[in-house]
Each structure stands twice: as structure tokens, then as C-alpha cells.
């Protein structure tokens, strides 16, 4: 069953899509419905007027009057709509899109199952967590042996051995614009309080790193774990608030790793 829904935009943001299009000069997708040819081009602007955007290109890229579909990416979103090929009097290559423009999207809000294709962490500051308003003391409510282990604990899951004491660095599950899923051990388990806020969290992939402002536990639940001599539960975060920046510089990240499956094909399925 497809993962992929679709969300039909109005006039007026539809207008407004395709005009950041053009002024970005951004990158249009162009095939046959039903054919496997993709043929990639670069958006010259967009003609308000006749809603159609204008390619870099003079090429008879298909025959004049020929339906075909589309879809481009922006701002972290991908965008679908059926087309007809067309030729300027200049004899400009011209995509016409007087048929409604699509938002396409994940269900579960884009959500990314990272592990185990994607190295995907996020890391903690154990100083900026608060539990109805008020800071966790730690310190207060682990004894020193338990203090001990978790700097042993420490060694273990942070790749780098330089991170200080008081952070925490564990691999996500999976990840979306509004929240992730960690496994966590017993260990590290009374670190993730439900109700319990982070602040500053940074979500680090491997060519980027994303601070999240506020992260908040809303479950800790038992984990089946292949392994029955090790007890692991899974803990379940929101990112409450966060702001549209933060929103769409994630939801560019998870869409760009989620191009591997084929939101074109899903496309020509809901068009049938």
C-alpha cells in the first residue's frame, strides 16, 4: 500500500509554488505517465498569465501538445501536477500547468526509519532538562555508583570520546518533522522521565547537524529486543513548537533520504 497521500493547493498557493519556482530557478522533473524516462530541466520563470513555467531549454524535450506529468521539489516539500508540453512563439520549451498542483506527503509526518540505513543521532545536554518547569538534578538522584556507570555508559555510545560529561548521545530509530524514536537501555532509561523536556538538541546526520529547540518525552515503553538477557525500552519524543525554519530545514533533510522510493510512481497511482 502506497505511503504517500497527496494534498491539493488552492489557486493561490499554487500560484505562489510555482512563482518560487521560477525565482529560484529551480529543477522540474518532466516524464510520460506510464514510462520510465525522467528528463530533468531547469526553470527559466514562471508566466502567471498563463500558467506555465518557462524551461531553460529549446528542445523538443516531447511532441507540442503533449500531456505529460511533473514535479519539483521546495523548501523540503515535493510537488506533482499534471502538464502539457508546449512551444513558445520564441520557441521556448514550456510546461502548462492549468490542472491543480499537489503537495505530496508522508504519513507520520515524513517519518524516516533511520537505523539501520542511516547514521542519524541525537545528542542531549542532561543540564537543560526540565520536568514541569523545573531542572533535573541528576546528581541528586543517582548514587555515585550509578554516577560511575553512566560515565562508563558514556564511553559507549558516543563515538567521540571527547564529549563532555552531562551529554548523552544515542542513534535514532526514526525521525520526522514532529518528533523521533530512540531504544535506550536500563542504563540510561531514568534519563528519559515522561513529560520530561531537552533543550537544544542536536539531531546530527552525517553530513549536516540540526539543533532542535525543545524536545519533549511523551512515552517510555518496554522494547522486545531480540536479545532476552538485555532489557531495552523505547522512548518516544515530540518537538513541540518548533519553529518554521527548524520545520523546513528537517523536512528537506528526511525528504531528500526519502527520495529513494518512488513518490512518482505513487503519483501516477493516484491520478488513475
Avoid at 500560484?15 to 529551480?26: E, F, I
Avoid at 511532441?63 to 502539457?84: E, K, S, Y
Wanted: charged content about 30%.
Amino acid at each position: 500500500m502506497s505511503q504517500t497521500f497527496f494534498s491539493k493547493l488552492d489557486l493561490h498557493e499554487k500560484t505562489n509554488r510555482l512563482n518560487q519556482l521560477g525565482v529560484s530557478r529551480g529543477k522540474v522533473t518532466l516524464w510520460l505517465k506510464g514510462g520510465k524516462e525522467k528528463i530533468l530541466e531547469t526553470v527559466l520563470k514562471f508566466d502567471k498569465e498563463h500558467q506555465s513555467l518557462v524551461l531553460d531549454s529549446k528542445d523538443n524535450i516531447f511532441p507540442p501538445n503533449t500531456p505529460i506529468l511533473c514535479t519539483f521539489d521546495l523548501r523540503g516539500m515535493t510537488f506533482f501536477a499534471q502538464a502539457v508540453f508546449r512551444k513558445s512563439i520564441g520557441e521556448d520549451a514550456v510546461v502548462e500547468i492549468k490542472a491543480d498542483l499537489f503537495k505530496s506527503e508522508r504519513r507520520n509526518s515524513y517519518r524516516l526509519l533511520t537505523f539501520p540505513i542511516y547514521e542519524v543521532w541525537a545528542i542531549f545536554d542532561l543540564g537543560e532538562v526540565y520536568e514541569s518547569g523545573k531542572v533535573i538534578d541528576f546528581k541528586t538522584k543517582s548514587s555515585s555508583n550509578t554516577t560511575d556507570l553512566f560515565k562508563n555508559f558514556l564511553n559507549i555510545v558516543s563515538e567521540d570520546q571527547s564529549d563532555a560529561l552531562g551529554t548523552i548521545k544515542i542513534r535514532i530509530q526514526d525521525l520526522s518533522t514532529t518528533g523521533m524514536a530512540l531504544h535506550v537501555g536500563q542504563l540510561e532509561q531514568e534519563y528519559f522521565i515522561k513529560n520530561a523536556d531537552f533543550h537544544k538538541v542536536k539531531i546530527t546526520f552525517l553530513d549536516e547537524v540540526i539543533e532542535i529547540p525543545e524536545v519533549k518525552v511523551v512515552y517510555i515503553v518496554d522494547y522486545i529486543s531480540s536479545d532476552k538477557n538485555l532489557k531495552k525500552y523505547k522512548v518516544g519524543l515530540n518537538f513541540p513548537d518548533n519553529p518554521t525554519n527548524i520545520d523546513e530545514v528537517l523536512g528537506r533533510k528526511i525528504n531528500q533520504l526519502l527520495r529513494e522510493s518512488d513518490f512518482n510512481k505513487d503519483f501516477e497511482n493516484f491520478i488513475k
